[in-house]
């Protein structure tokens, strides 16, 4: 298992800086991560530094609350499509799961899926898995199942409760095979992250890239 083609090398402070995002590139190409996940206020900027398409970069929407209207979240979608990042994750409306609007909550994946797939980008559904009971998982497993994302992703690293691997495990067992999951929050070292692929994700999102292949 070579942990750095999992990892999505990840800086999403709300003070990151110009210098920090060169250095989190410059890491990437050194440790050659999957790639680098960054906010979508330094897309162009990472771009203007990025010599190799080996590093995808990958930007976000909705983060990390995730209340934005569906309509403001696509045009997001759209626009970083428009500055060639290679995917998107998009934080999903916890506070409608939390009043079981289910309905909404279709609604919004549909609308998001659609908009990414037009743009031809992969798309990471995040749902603050830590902050949702067995039942609210199960509904979001079923309609991941119906809908199609790319991933489903577990969490923004901003709420109380990052990854966990019993709600990893329990998204691998209700997920169609073909969506993948992406662990994020909390993730710090190697042996952690060895135990959230083997418990079923495919892709480790973290700001500790350099220090679980080191």
């Known amino acids: 298992m070579k942990l750095s083609e999992y990892i999505e090398h990840t800086l999403l402070k709300v003070d990151c800086t110009e210098e920090q995002i060169e250095l989190l590139l410059n890491e990437a190409k050194m440790h050659q991560f999957y790639g680098v996940c960054i906010p979508p206020y330094y897309v162009s900027y990472a771009k203007s530094l990025l010599t190799t398409n080996k590093i995808r ?19 997001a979608i759209k626009i970083l499509a428009q500055q060639k990042v290679d995917e998107v994750d998009v934080v999903t409306n916890i506070s409608a799961i939390k009043n079981k609007a289910w309905l909404y909550i279709q609604e919004e994946w549909e609308a998001i899926i659609k908009t990414a797939r037009k743009e031809k980008l992969p798309i990471k559904i995040i749902i603050e898995s830590g902050l949702l009971n067995e039942s609210e998982l199960t509904q979001l497993a079923d309609l ?40 994020s929050g909390g993730i710090k070292n190697a042996q952690q992250a060895k135990a959230f692929i083997e418990a079923g994700a495919s892709r480790i999102g973290t700001s500790s890239g350099v220090q679980i292949v080191g």
């Open 57 to 75: 970069l990958i930007s976000v929407v909705g983060f990390p609350l995730g209340y934005q209207h569906n309509q403001v979240k696509c045009e």
């Open 144 to 183: 991941a199942n119906r809908v199609q994302p790319d991933f489903i992703k577990t969490s923004t690293g901003f709420n109380r409760v990052g990854a966990e691997l019993d709600k990893v495990i329990f998204l691998r067992k209700h997920l169609k095979p073909a969506i993948q999951i992406k662990a």
